[in-house]
């Protein structure tokens, strides 16, 4: 589903002695299927922009395309229900929205409310604890008494039983351990390819962005500064030094080689995978001669 963003500004608590511009005239497009990161600090309008994604904020001005529907301030939306159901949001420490008795009853939550007969939205709680990697057994437990990670887990197994075509991910491994933040973060990217899901990815890890996205938004005092391949975006350290934002670690390991060799390779390494290839193939060639 294609989401097109147009001049698209907002300020919170607007016509009152608060209001707060959050975001100026900001552009974005991003194609069915892709998976677009959206990075910048701390207060740069990341969440604000998110929240226009399922047209929980409208815009103060300009407009957001999602799909078929278009969300604009003066234009009264009867088509927002069906929005919410295809886009599926993962905010930050989604497991503080967990609320029901047991693990099953919150999964089958959302798909009910939205008019998913009991039975299938069983099978889809079912599939996905297996998917997300839980023990059959915590499907009858409350879930407030299993561990952080099982709880996050449920919490995105609730979002993705809504069967989204696209997800929106808020720092969604924020707070775990780093073997659990790669499994989820794996884990997201297998469906993003499997179910060609449309992926939106709010973080402050450039190297979740540069491993997992094809396309990144710099965000900075609420405009979209940067956008395109990750590969452009981190060849430019200058503009991303302006926006207080650093390299991902394989490239700045990259850099220190290269500097050591006195020799540049060939591509930008997005990984630390990648960055070992290229390296082993330099030391190949050098063995040949
Ligand atoms: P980020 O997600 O990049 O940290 P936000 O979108 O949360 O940025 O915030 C953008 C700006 O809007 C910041 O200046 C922030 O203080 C302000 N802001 C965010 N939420 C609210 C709110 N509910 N009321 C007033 N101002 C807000």
Redesign the pocket.
């Known amino acids: 589903m294609d989401i097109t963003l147009q001049q698209v500004s907002y300020a ?2 607007r016509n009152t002695p ?1 209001e ?1 511009r ?1 975001l100026y005239n900001v552009d974005l497009y991003i194609p069915s299927g892709s998976y677009q990161a959206i990075i ?10 998110l929240q226009h994604l399922n047209a929980l904020l409208k815009p103060s001005d300009g407009s957001i395309q999602i799909g078929d529907v278009e969300v604009k301030a003066d234009k009264k939306n009867s088509h927002l229900r069906k929005v919410r159901q295809k886009v599926g949001i993962v905010f930050q420490f989604p497991e503080h929205q967990l609320f029901e008795e047991t693990v099953l009853k919150d999964i089958m939550f959302g798909p009910m409310n939205f008019g998913v007969p009991k039975e299938e939205a069983r099978l889809r709680a079912i599939e996905l604890v297996k998917l997300l990697g839980l023990p059959e057994e915590v499907m009858e437990k409350s879930p407030f008494d299993l561990s952080g990670g099982q709880m996050r887990r449920v919490a995105i197994a609730g979002v993705l039983a809504m069967n989204p075509e696209v997800l929106v991910l808020d720092e969604p491994t924020a707070g775990l351990d780093p073997r659990g933040r790669k499994e989820i973060m794996d884990l997201f990217y297998q469906l993003h390819k499997e179910k060609g899901l449309t992926t939106v990815l ?1 973080t402050h890890s450039m190297e979740d962005a540069a491993r997992y996205a094809d396309r990144i938004a710099i ?1 900075h005092n ?1 405009k979209c500064v940067l956008e395109g391949a990750p590969q452009a975006i981190f060849e430019n350290e200058g503009r991303l030094k302006e926006y207080r934002l650093e390299l991902p670690q394989s490239v700045k390991f990259q850099k220190k080689i290269e500097q050591l060799i006195g020799m540049k390779l060939p591509t930008i390494c997005l990984t630390e995978e990648s960055l070992a290839a290229e390296l082993a193939q330099l030391i190949n060639k050098e063995r040949e001669v």
């Open positions: 919170y608590a608060f707060k959050a910048g600090h701390t207060g740069s309008g990341k969440s604000t922009i709010v965000m609420g």
